[in-house]
């Protein structure tokens, strides 16, 4: 969201609060969505699913609290932002639900 205020529109307050309005209910869809995709799973694909769910958010944390630790005290020579984490969690997600899914063929 840094980039549409300070190029787009000028730090324009009301077009920002949009954007960010924006972000949220297409947020809110895609949790939606998500649930009503789970339900139509069957239970295999549901159990392989919430287990890459929860490792998922497993390695956020362990990897998160020590880089937010590590940042605050600048050891690590880069900026620990959101988006790393973000990358972070599609990638183990995508990983452990392709290890589950050949587990269990």
Same mark, same amino acid.
């Given at each position: 969201?840094?980039?549409?205020?300070?190029?787009?529109?000028?730090? %324009?307050? &009301?077009?920002?609060?949009?954007?960010?309005?924006?972000?949220?209910?297409?947020?809110?869809?895609?949790?939606?969505?998500?649930?009503?995709?789970?339900?139509?799973? #069957? #239970?295999?694909?549901?159990?392989?699913?919430?287990?890459?769910?929860?490792?998922? &958010?497993?390695?956020?944390?362990?990897?998160? &609290?020590?880089?937010? %630790?590590?940042?605050?005290?600048?050891?690590?020579?880069?900026?620990?932002? %959101?988006?790393?984490?973000?990358?972070?969690?599609?990638?183990? $997600?995508?990983?452990?639900?392709? $290890?589950?899914?050949?587990?269990?063929?």
């Amino acid at each position: 969201m840094v980039f549409e205020p300070k190029f787009l529109w000028a730090n %324009v307050l &009301v077009f920002t609060l949009l954007a960010v309005g924006l972000n949220v209910l297409v947020g809110i869809g895609a949790i939606m969505a998500n649930k009503r995709y789970f339900e139509e799973l #069957d #239970d295999l694909q549901r159990r392989v699913h919430l287990n890459s769910l929860a490792i998922t &958010v497993g390695v956020a944390f362990i990897v998160a &609290v020590p880089c937010s %630790v590590l940042d605050s005290y600048h050891v690590i020579p880069f900026h620990a932002d %959101v988006a790393h984490l973000v990358m972070l969690m599609g990638l183990t $997600y995508g990983a452990s639900n392709l $290890y589950g899914t050949r587990r269990y063929r």
